[in-house]
Structures are given as C-alpha cells and as structure tokens.
C-alpha cells in the first residue's frame, strides 16, 4: 500500500530539436491523489481517490474496502512504508478489527513496495510525454490504467511486477 500524488503539470519525454520550442502548461496546482493496495499475485488495485490529502481517515476506507473485497475467510498481509498516517493508533487498530496484518517496510525502501514499481508504470502510460487538454481528462486517464491495467497489460506487468527480491543470507561483514 502507498500512495501516489499525480500533479496536472508539463511531463516531457525526450525532446530534442534545432529551435527552441514552448510549450503551454498548466500552473501545477492541482493534484490527484491515489491511495492504492497492490495484490502482488493479480496485480488488481484497490484505490482510494481524492483531490484533497491522504490522511489516516483514508487509509482506513482503504482497509475497509480491502477486506469487504477479500472477506474473512482469505488472510490479508499488507506492506506499506512508515508514513505517519499509515503507521498511527487509528489505522492499526482498524486492521487488527479487520483482521488485517500490517507489515511495516524499512525506512528508505521503495525497491521492495511492489507498488512504487506499479506507480512508475502508470506515470509512464499517463503523464510521459501526453498532453491533457484539461485536469478532467487527467483523472480519467489514471483511472482507466488503475481499473484496467492489469487485464490490459497483464504481459507487462508481470516482468514489472516481480516477486525478485535481492536477499543477503549469510553476510559476512569487513571493517574497512
């Protein structure tokens, strides 16, 4: 679980040209926010959506609707960083009345929230080097990738989307 802050701004791909080239932009002040729960077997994500902030409140309506999709007889173990509003009393406690298992990732390490992977991605089929006429046109564009995208590009999200993690048994460390 994590969240993803899209700013409706200017995202260049490569540009490369003899003239000097403008380009219109929006100002960047507006901002969608997406709190999302990868299942990192399907890669099917439940989001909470806002134009406002991502606070405690909404990560509780995210657990809430993780576990009326799951139901109690699946178990549900999910990751998320250490955020504030993810780590505090209120969200704990709405897991452990849930029956949800909060696992808390190290400081410092998006490379093991599958999630972060899935973020890049939709930047990458959203934001890159496309232009929205408008913020509408934006949302609507993030919201097909995160409702569609894992039937539509299921290939690809597979090799993105691996369980490959790094592990370093046996250690031996040197003093320098």
């Given at each position: 679980m994590d969240a993803a802050h899209f700013i409706y701004t200017v995202y260049l791909g490569f540009l490369w040209c003899f003239e000097r080239v403008f380009l219109r932009s929006p100002s960047g002040r507006q901002r969608f926010n997406v709190l999302g729960c990868l299942n990192a077997a399907t890669h099917q994500v439940h989001t909470i959506t806002n134009e406002g902030y991502i606070n405690?409140?909404?990560?509780?309506?995210?657990?809430?609707?993780?576990?009326?999709?799951?139901g109690p007889a699946?178990?549900?173990t999910i990751f998320l960083d250490n955020a504030k509003y993810q780590h505090c009393?209120?969200?704990?406690?709405?897991?452990?009345?849930?029956?949800?298992?909060?696992?808390?990732?190290?400081?410092?390490s998006p490379n093991l929230n599958l999630i972060?992977?899935?973020?890049?991605?939709?930047?990458?089929?959203?934001l890159?080097?496309?232009?929205?006429?408008?913020?509408a046109a934006m949302k609507a564009a993030i919201l097909t990738a995160l409702t569609h995208g894992h039937?539509?590009?299921?290939?690809?999200?597979?090799?993105?989307?691996t369980w490959n993690f790094q592990s370093f048994t046996n250690v031996t460390i040197l003093p320098a």
């Open positions: 405690a409140q909404s990560v509780c309506e995210l657990l809430q609707k993780v576990a009326a999709f799951y699946i178990p549900v009393d209120l969200v704990c406690a709405q897991a452990r009345m849930l029956g949800i298992e909060l696992e808390f990732l190290p400081s410092y972060e992977r899935y973020w890049k991605w939709v930047k990458k089929q959203c890159y080097s496309r232009c929205h006429v408008d913020f039937r539509r590009n299921k290939k690809e999200l597979a090799t993105l989307l």
